[in-house]
């Protein structure tokens, strides 16, 4: 029995350091400096940390609510919110792929995304994406917090699908790891029913329509498998850019769903 509960609690302390790694690297959330961090395996748990992230922008939502804020200013505050929570990771990874996708040539794509100075498609990408962000959660009257929470967690799906489809294009790469935590789509499927499951439940609740519930899945899913065929067609696969991209253009396809059922 000792040692039963020693190997579960051995088995939690490394999920928790994984969590706490997630946070760091995913997010500007901080962490106190004792607690126990590992990054290798990350990209497991990257929708647990979109959860997090679509609970805060719930609670600030709702606080900008009680301070009797408009709903386009509410939705324009928790998006730029959310943008400041990831320090525009996924949102830099966005522009960079436009950068690249736009030049010609294939083969200078990724030389092209590798530059940290953003270019013209790439500003238009990041404001296409903020723009329809906000325009779509002002459509969103109700149940918004399945909403923030629905397109966080299915946005970070989206980038396990990719990473365990998808070749990864540059061996040296700052994603070259998040490769090696999913070698394939196997370890993206317990997510995906997670939440599949999660949502499923919410309706027979009745916190959520039925309605609504079954746009997140399809517009999550459907989005995920789509955006990251595209790019995986244009480019030969992915990189840490395209991740980015994934999550970015996910989140805008599930809250763009929701608002249409809204």
């Not at 350091?17 to 959330?29: E, I, S």
Request: contains cysteine.
């Amino acid at each position: 029995m000792k040692r039963w509960f020693a190997r579960g609690f051995q088995a939690a302390k490394v999920q928790w350091a994984l969590f706490n790694g997630a946070v760091l690297f995913y997010t500007r959330l901080p962490l106190p400096s004792c607690w126990p961090v590992r990054f290798e395996k990350i990209a497991r748990v990257a929708p647990l940390v979109g959860l997090v992230l679509g609970a805060l922008l719930t609670l600030l939502d709702l606080l900008l609510l009680g301070l009797g804020l408009p709903l386009l200013l509410r939705s324009a505050l928790v998006i730029l919110s959310g943008m400041w929570l990831t320090g525009g990771l996924h949102l830099d990874g966005a522009m960079d792929t436009a950068d690249g996708l736009a030049v010609q040539e294939p083969k200078r794509r990724l030389a092209a995304m590798a530059d940290s100075q953003a270019g013209a498609f790439g500003v238009m990408a990041a404001i296409a994406i903020l723009l329809l962000k906000v325009t779509a959660l002002t459509s969103i009257g109700h149940s918004r917090w399945f909403a923030l929470l629905a397109a966080a967690a299915w946005g970070r799906w989206g980038q396990q699908w990719a990473i365990g489809r998808y070749p990864y294009l540059k061996a040296e790469g700052k994603g070259a790891f998040h490769k090696q935590a999913i070698p394939s789509v196997w370890q993206a499927l317990p997510w995906a029913i997670g939440l599949v499951g999660i949502t499923i439940l919410a309706i027979m609740l009745r916190l959520i329509s039925w309605r609504y519930g079954t746009a997140a899945m399809i517009t999550g899913g459907g989005a995920a498998w789509l955006v990251s065929a595209w790019l995986a067609k244009q480019l030969g696969g992915h990189t840490g850019d395209t991740y980015g991209a994934v999550v970015e253009w996910v989140e805008v396809a599930v809250l763009l769903g929701l608002a249409s059922v809204s």
